[in-house]
């Protein structure tokens, strides 16, 4: 049996979203997606996520007792799917690669890569309290897929491979790791595998590594494809078996409803402004 990552939660580790004291809030904190999501991670099946449909509408997240704040999906994978981990990779083929969480340890990974490598990424002045801020602004680092996906690769291989020492031993500490991709069509278009070659197939290769590799499955090691429709995608990454392709529905009325509510409350004069009642 292929080796299996210990459920988000269980020991020492921090617990996954939809999660308080070890207590499933779902329900009321995560959408219909995002609880499948937090269940395919935590049965420990998969490790990589299609996801698709409704990708560019807000996400709602629940702050405290009564509140309730919308931000994109990114930002909900990030802070809350993904409140966990250490680092959470954002890459596309338009931006290239940004650091959304941990941005000491990528930069760390910077600096070794460009002792050995012959590179200068890590030593862009720093204009900021985050250095990975300043990289992804100053658009140093690799936009295109084949450079990117590589560098993404060796900073998780790095991570996965990280100790620390105990009574003068040194103990096995991977990173946890999250790689989102977003405009996934763009970086593997679909088409015929007849007519794939050259850097195309390469980077359907490698995010199909991440898929697969027992060494990547068996840790805390996610990686995440966003696109519109599945249509678009690869073939070959949209039936890949390892893979787990979520949808995100548009939302229905009780949804919108809340949305609208919640809009609403943070208007003091709403009723003088808008002739349609608040119910």
């Not at 519109?228 to 949209?238: F, M, Q, S, Y």
């Not at 548009?250 to 119910?279: I, K, Q, S, T, W």
Request: hydrophobic share 40%; net charge negative.
């Amino acid at each position: 049996e292929r080796d299996r990552k210990p459920p988000a939660g269980d020991q020492e580790r921090k617990p996954v979203a939809g999660e308080r004291g070890g207590k499933s809030t779902a329900g009321t904190t995560l959408s219909r997606w995002a609880e499948e999501m937090r269940q395919v991670f935590r049965s420990g099946t998969t490790s990589q996520f299609v996801l698709y449909g409704n990708v560019s509408d807000l996400q709602p997240v629940v702050k405290g007792a009564v509140a309730t704040e919308y931000v994109s999906l990114r930002r909900f994978l990030t802070e809350t799917m993904f409140a966990p981990f250490d680092v959470v990779l954002l890459y596309d083929r338009g931006k290239g690669i940004r650091v959304r969480k941990g941005g000491d340890h990528f930069h760390r990974f910077l600096k070794m890569f460009d002792t050995f490598q012959g590179t200068s990424w890590a030593s862009i002045p720093d204009t900021g309290t985050d250095k990975l801020e300043t990289l992804d602004l100053s658009g140093q680092l690799p936009r295109e897929p084949k450079r990117a996906l590589e560098l993404i690769d060796r900073f998780l291989r790095t991570g996965l491979a990280r100790t620390r020492p105990v009574d003068g031993k040194p103990v096995a500490d991977p990173l946890k790791i999250a790689v989102l991709i977003d405009y996934a069509h763009y970086i593997a278009p679909a088409g015929e595998p007849l007519y794939i070659s050259g850097d195309l197939s390469q980077s359907i290769i490698q995010i199909l590594d991440w898929s697969s590799d027992p060494a990547v499955t068996g840790a805390f090691v996610t990686t995440v494809l966003i696109t519109e429709t599945l249509a678009d995608l690869n073939g070959l990454l949209v039936e890949n078996p390892y893979a787990a392709k979520i949808r995100i529905g548009l939302p229905d009325a009780a949804e919108l409803r809340d949305y609208m509510r919640d809009l609403a409350a943070g208007v003091a004069d709403f009723d003088g402004v808008c002739e349609v009642p608040r119910d």
